[in-house]
């Protein structure tokens, strides 16, 4: 399993999340990741925070895990001469700087693939590449806002996802076109730009909203915690709690409507698109028979006909969660000031090995060039 990746070498110049968690993907696949910092504090999310633990941010520790950081001012002429020498021995080449940033440093494409012409080189923007807002920077929020997301989210007003999806999307996006090019290059021997945005992550995820657009021409709208085209699916008050249901069928409405007094026949309910025009009127009746009892109730005779439910836990819940443990989604990395610290994981398994990602051994998220010496050395080799 360590050898999905373990022959790429990553340069990561990025900071704050899109980039470092595009990296982070890669180096939980096995890449050797190496994270090129400033010397004057690094990365902008080492100081984004309460919370820090003995001077360290959660936000950074969230984000570059199975990484080596070294240190380096790109605008010196040491500074570029170790990049030129990292270039010439990496596979992948990471940055998120603005559009024109890395021609003025000196690594413009044209020069990256003269030092290496089988570099895969992952740039990450905000608004993309070219275009009339091309230049722009990006940030998450902003980019939720700009690309539709925040106006389809919550009851009242727009309202941003709880994490900064954008950013996350992003590094997603990116990790999965550089393992594409990489792909490529095994075949050709020559690498390529792969270009992502966090607006082009955003509207990427529009899925049936998208459509209901482009191919219907209806403005989507913020529904709350209900699904905008299928009902009942979303939140509902029970006697001492909130329980998630989620009828996707019409075979599970038939099941679903007696157990809460409903006539799966009435004519309000009997298709989806019907319960969907008397949202208002199903969940009002969901309601008032979910309240003659407390949640657990509920959510024991929901699982016993098959219907999809489930309770809304805070991260300590979804962290002591047996399933969650089960998934090997937590790991233990061994910090080199803060000890033994337990990391959300990585999402991905192989083979039904009992821990996430393809490494037996994880690597803590490094303090600000601490693998100087280490790296410079191996260059030298």
């Known amino acids: 399993m360590q050898n999905l990746l373990s022959d790429v070498v990553v340069v990561d110049l990025t900071r704050a999340l899109a980039g470092p968690h595009a990296a982070m993907m890669l180096g939980d696949l096995g890449a050797r990741v190496i994270k090129v910092e400033t010397p004057e504090g690094g990365d902008d999310s080492r100081g984004w925070g309460p919370p820090f633990v003995e001077g360290e941010s959660t936000y950074y520790l969230s984000a570059n895990r199975n990484k080596e950081s070294v240190t ?8 570029k001469e170790f990049l030129t020498k990292l270039v010439r021995r990496a596979d992948v080449l990471i940055e998120n700087f603005r559009p024109g940033v890395l021609d003025r440093l000196g690594f413009s494409t044209e020069r990256l693939h003269e030092l ?35 106006s389809i989210t919550g009851a009242v007003e727009p309202t941003k996802v709880g994490v900064p999806i954008a950013d996350l999307l992003a590094g997603m996006y990116g990790a999965y076109g550089a393992v594409a090019a990489l792909h490529e290059r095994s075949i050709t021997g020559k690498g390529r730009v792969v270009r992502t945005s966090l607006l082009a992550s955003v509207v990427g995820v529009h899925a049936f909203h998208g459509t209901k657009w482009t191919v219907a021409g209806e403005l ?39 157990i809460v007094g409903l006539d799966p026949a009435d004519e309000r309910f009997a298709v989806n ?46 962290y002591e969660w047996e ?43 490094p303090r600000l060039g601490e693998h100087n010496e280490s790296v410079r050395a191996w260059l030298e080799e």
């Open 323 to 365: 399933q969650t443990l089960s998934q090997g989604l937590l790991i233990d990395v061994e910090h080199p000031t803060l000890g033994t610290i337990q990391l959300p994981g990585p999402p991905l398994r192989f083979d039904d090995q009992p821990y996430a990602g393809a490494r037996e051994t994880n690597l803590a998220p």
């Open 72 to 79: 380096a001012d790109l605008k010196s002429a040491d500074g």
């Open 220 to 258: 989507p709208e913020r529904v709350g915690n209900h699904h905008a085209q299928i009902a009942p699916y979303g939140l509902y008050r029970t006697q001492d709690d909130i329980v998630q249901v989620a009828v996707g069928s019409e075979g599970q409405w038939r099941t679903f409507a007696p």
């Open 116 to 150: 290496n012409p089988g570099l895969v080189i992952l740039s990450i923007t905000g608004f993309g590449h070219d275009g009339p807002d091309g230049g722009r920077a990006g940030y998450d929020q902003i980019a939720q806002g700009e690309g539709g997301l925040m």
């Open 273 to 318: 698109s019907a319960r969907v025009a008397h949202r208002s009127a199903l969940t009002a009746a969901i309601e008032a028979a979910f309240a003659d009892h407390k949640a657990d109730v509920w959510l024991e005779r929901l699982a016993e006909k098959g219907i999809p439910a489930g309770k809304v836990r805070d991260f300590q819940q979804v």
